[in-house]
């Protein structure tokens, strides 16, 4: 849902037949998924268990996209919190609460594809259960079912490549020749002071969740602060944080990794920011350190050079040879999670994961008529379809508006102190002379 990446039906691909009160079943659907032999909730459902590979996705850049920071979702979301469209039942913020949920959504999208008529089980922040919605009923009485007509469950998007700290920047940053790094992303962190730094990262987070993203991997930053106020400025946020420092001068980054040990939500990472800022001992030790402690090295390669312009101008040739709906939502998924050394821990909806998930609108015109769901996703929904953002368990957004902390009070800071930091750090935008 950063921008319209995202999509609608099962492998083959449409939506699995199904009755949705308000449309007739699409032409060619895949035939009805089978029940799965899951009879005890508790235990995996065969559906969700997908073995995952590692490392293709760093640096995909999905984070900031789309979508106008002060529009905070009025789209189906709104619709949905009151009342939905077409008079189904409302969907509302109370439902999420407390620990124990079953959810049933309209469509769920699992990792095989989106199928219908099944529920999710969601217990102190992880899925416990996924089967049929019957069975799962049947087997969990004491929870009142949670009916999500009208929209779809899905798992969060996971940004392999962040910087919290440069938020700042936006329209700075733009039009301006390669190498902006030197001209203001450094420039600017380096302006940043405690509070800013904070603010900033806040801001990026709460960009984050309302694209749809439950977790960001943040590449390091080079403000003269600790990094803790970026660990501090997710939590709050309630952003899953895979958290670098970097150690490009050979300090050691062990200390990093042993601070956030256990913490549910920041997931501790080492970087160097490129190859050329270390010696090739302090990469090595510093890949070692971080394959010890099961945690990702990050650093910037083949970036800003002429090798990635053609790059790009090899491989892009558009959609006909760029996969299928369901290859861009893997890759801004699961194996993104996998790039960051999360593949077991999140990006796909499946028993044992942690609850990081979206519920989104599906019956905007955007989505209709479906005939693919998954690349409906990709290329037609928006992140105004967001109705709830979910992280470890916990809705952190509702129709783009945090519940728990004061959005627009942040925005209102970001809106004062960014200015300022860029007026400190000299940055200047030379636009260029109109035509004659
Ligand atoms: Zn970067």
């Not at 929209?151 to 700075?172: C, E, I, N, W, Y």
């Not at 790039?339 to 979206?358: C, N, P, Q, R």
């Amino acid at each position: 849902m950063a921008n319209q990446r995202q999509e609608r039906g099962t492998g083959g691909d449409g939506i699995p037949p199904g009755e949705r009160p308000d449309r007739e079943p699409s032409p060619g659907l895949n035939p009805e998924p089978q029940p799965q032999p899951d009879p005890s909730p508790e235990q995996p459902a065969p559906v969700s268990g997908t073995v995952r590979r590692r490392g293709l996705l760093v640096g995909m850049g999905l984070t900031g996209a789309g979508g106008l920071l002060g529009a905070a979702g009025l789209g189906g979301g709104e619709a949905a919190a009151a009342g939905g469209p077409h008079g189904k039942g409302a969907v509302r913020p109370e439902q999420f609460h407390g620990g124990a949920h079953l959810l049933v959504p309209e469509v769920l999208l699992l990792p095989d594809g989106p199928v219908r008529d099944r529920a999710v089980l969601v217990r102190d922040g992880t899925f416990r259960a996924i089967g049929p919605a019957r069975q799962l009923i049947a087997a969990h009485r004491d929870l009142h079912p949670v009916r999500l007509d009208g929209h779809l469950l899905m798992p969060g998007f996971v940004d392999a490549h962040h910087h919290l700290t440069q938020s700042f920047g936006k329209a700075r940053s733009f039009g301006r020749p390669s190498e902006i790094f030197k001209t203001v992303w450094e420039p600017l962190e380096h302006a940043l002071d405690e509070e800013s730094a904070y603010v900033s990262a806040k801001l990026a987070a709460l960009e984050a969740l309302r694209g749809g993203f439950t977790t960001v991997a943040d590449a390091g930053t080079r403000a003269p602060v600790d990094v803790g106020v970026v660990a501090r400025a997710t939590e709050e946020a309630g952003l899953r944080c895979v958290l670098s420092e970097i150690v490009s001068h050979g300090a050691d980054g062990q200390a990093h990794l042993g601070r956030w040990d256990g913490h549910p939500l920041v997931h501790p990472s080492l970087a160097i920011a490129v190859p050329e800022d270390a010696p090739g001992e302090v990469i090595k030790r510093t890949a070692d350190l971080c394959a010890e402690a099961g945690a990702v090295l990050q650093i910037h390669v083949n970036e800003h050079l002429a090798s990635v312009e053609r790059s790009l101008k090899s491989v892009a040739a558009g959609d006909s040879s760029c996969g299928a709906g369901r290859m861009w939502l893997e890759h801004a998924t699961a194996h993104s999670a996998d790039a960051v050394g999360l593949g077991s821990v999140t990006g796909e909806i499946a028993v044992g994961k942690a609850a990081d998930f979206l519920v989104v609108d599906l019956d905007v015109p955007e989505l209709t008529p479906s005939y693919d769901l998954r690349w409906e996703l990709v290329r037609l929904a928006h992140r105004d379809q967001i109705t709830a953002v979910v992280v470890g368990g916990r809705l952190r957004l509702w129709c783009g508006r945090p519940l728990d902390w004061d959005g627009p009070a942040l925005v209102s800071r970001a809106a004062e102190l960014g200015p300022e930091v860029v007026r400190r750090a000299g940055l200047h935008r030379v636009e260029p002379p109109r035509p004659a």
